[in-house]
């Protein structure tokens, strides 16, 4: 399918938490009632909270998105889109969201969309909390 969304998430947990890449995973693929039960991860990417990059699912940078590089971040449009997630995304309270990249996490945001809009000049970058639409599978 040709590439037509970069989507922004966050993991949705409170500023400074440590969050490792084994955590997303198991919160996503491990069976229900401990995750979501997913056949594949949410996100392509996974930005740490030191700014360290863990890809999920290694991409060969086109427009196309092949069958082995669709994760489950919108239903509907997983297969024209990449997810980039990124550490946290919530006050201290789990209540308020709120911006909490470090400027380590913001450097690196910015280089994977630097990177993608190097081959993929026309797709559009939003956040999920922009599309309305549902995390599942």
Not at 107 to 125: C, D, G, P, Q, R
Request: aromatic content about 8%.
């Amino acid at each position: 399918m040709h590439f037509q969304y970069l989507i922004i998430h966050c993991t949705a947990t409170p500023a400074g938490r440590w969050v490792s890449p084994e955590d997303v995973k198991r919160w996503h693929t491990a069976p229900k009632p401990y995750g979501n039960g997913w056949k594949q991860v949410g996100y392509s990417d996974l930005i740490l909270l030191d700014g360290s990059r863990h890809q999920f699912v290694k991409h060969n940078n086109n427009l196309t998105i092949d069958p082995f590089e669709i994760t489950n971040g919108i239903a509907g449009i997983n297969s024209i889109s990449r997810h980039l997630c990124y550490v946290g995304g919530l006050d201290k309270t789990f209540h308020k969201a709120q911006d909490t990249r470090t400027p380590q996490q913001i450097e690196t945001m910015l280089s994977i969309i630097h990177e993608v809009l190097a081959y993929a000049h026309n797709i559009k970058i939003a956040g999920h909390n922009q599309l309305g639409l549902q995390c599942r599978q």
